[in-house]
């Protein structure tokens, strides 16, 4: 499976996913970490980077059909924008950013989520741990959720359109 996955211990700035079509992954969903971060896999992955974080991070314009594990992840963000994206039934997640410290601009504009079977993807958005190191501002604007949730049984207890939850030191303003 092609997969583009962060795992140094570096900084990455400026990463760029803009016009895309991913589909049919083989990489099926894990289960969703309830008292851990940083176990998840994804599509796209970043995952916490000792000596850095990920910055400035700018998905838009794709597409993503029947990708069954997260389909975007990071950890640890500082500014991401995911624009004008459609996520068609995947497995777990859409767009998950988390790990603590997730902070500055964290914008979801434009994108379509959808499950075309009821009870499939667990969350269109999710926010984890953010607003560590400064003020977080998360914008959540014009987006359509359809037919999203399902019941993951009592270890997760949060499911749908957006989750949100373990927030950190900063505010972060909605």
């Known amino acids: 499976m092609a997969r583009i996955k962060g795992v140094d211990k570096v900084a990455y700035e400026e990463f760029t996913f803009v016009n895309n079509h991913v589909y049919d992954t083989d990489a099926s969903a894990t289960a ?9 896999d994804a599509f796209i992955e970043f995952k916490q ?12 314009h794709n597409k993503f059909e029947r990708v069954d594990a997260i389909n975007v992840l990071v950890n640890r963000a500082h ?10 039934d995947f497995g777990q997640d859409a767009v998950r950013i988390e790990g603590g410290y997730c902070d500055g601009e964290l914008s979801f504009i434009d994108n379509h989520f959808e499950q075309t079977e009821t009870g499939k993807g667990v969350s ?17 604007v ?11 049984g009592a270890d997760v207890a949060f499911s749908g359109a957006i989750a949100s939850h373990r927030f950190q030191e900063k505010p972060t303003e909605y």
């Open 32 to 40: 969703r970490p309830t008292t851990t971060r940083y176990v998840s």
């Open 49 to 60: 980077a000792s000596s850095g974080i990920p910055a400035n991070v700018l998905v838009a």
């Open 79 to 88: 500014n991401v924008s995911v624009f004008d994206n459609v996520f068609v």
């Open 124 to 140: 269109g958005i999710v926010l984890a741990s953010v607003a560590g190191n400064t003020t977080t501002h998360v914008n959540i």
């Open 142 to 152: 014009n987006n359509m959720f359809k037919n999203l949730g399902k019941d993951c």
